[in-house]
Structure formats: C-alpha cells, structure tokens
C-alpha cells in the first residue's frame, strides 16, 4: 500500500493506493473509499500473480489419524564422532533398555553407548577400531 499527500486548490488530501490492477485502482481518499479508472498506459509488472487453487476437505477417514506400528529396526547412532574401543554385542543378541552396546572414545573420553529400547540386534555396522561421525548408525535394534 502506498500512501501519498495531494494538495488541490490548497486542500490537502491523504490518498493510500490499496491495490491496483490493470486501469482500475482501489484508493483510499481521507478515509473514503473509491473506484477509479486510470486513462493513461499503464506498465504491467513482471512479477506473475499467484493464485492458490481450492483443496477439498478431507474426507472422514482420510481425517483420521492413523498409528503405524514400526517394525523396521530403530538405529542407534553415534552421539559424537570418535573411535569404536570394544564392542559387547552380537547380531541375533537380545538387549533390554539400558544394556551397554559398545563403549567409543570421543574427545579423549570413554563413552558408553547403552540400547534406548529393548529387543534383538539385527545388524552390527560397525567392528572395534573403527572410526565414525556423529549420528553414524552403529547398530540396530529391532
């Protein structure tokens, strides 16, 4: 919005253009609202007007909200990266909440990395010796 002062015949007017499209203005003269036609070639902008089109609604049962149950394995990643020193599970292994997986160096510190879920180890990524990122998967938990 635009706003401008006009003086005429020593009367001053404050105009705000609202919008203004093709030859036709909406303008806004000391509170009043008015239509008006320019006569004069107006330039057309570049810049393309966006139209958004109309979603349905959803319906009931897309409305609905659905409860996966998971049963790919949950990755358990490295918190900082460092060095794998000694690992202390197996693929096939079964491991509660807690359980320490594996103990890694990081920072010069010894961490343990323990399982945040129970159930058994499907995968093993990673052997002693190895050197991984942060949030490298080094095991999962299924």
Do not use: C, W
Not at 4 to 22: A, M, P
Request: glycine fraction near 4%.
């Amino acid at each position: 919005m635009k706003n401008y002062k006009f003086t005429i015949r020593g009367n001053i007017y404050d105009v705000d253009i609202l919008s203004f499209e093709d030859n036709i203005a909406e303008i806004e003269v000391n509170g009043t609202n008015y239509t008006v036609e320019v006569h004069k070639e107006v330039k057309t902008t570049k810049t393309p007007k966006l139209v958004r089109a109309s979603v349905p609604e959803p319906t009931r049962s897309e409305s609905k909200i659905k409860k996966n149950i998971s049963t790919s394995a949950t990755p358990v990643k490295a918190p900082l990266p460092g060095s794998i020193l000694q690992i202390f599970v197996k693929e096939g292994d079964e491991v509660k909440i807690g359980d320490k997986l594996l103990i890694m160096e990081a920072m010069k510190m010894e961490n343990n990395v323990l399982a945040e879920k129970s159930g058994k180890v499907t995968s093993l990524k990673v052997k002693t010796g190895d050197t991984v990122l942060q949030n490298d998967v080094l095991l999962e938990i299924q």
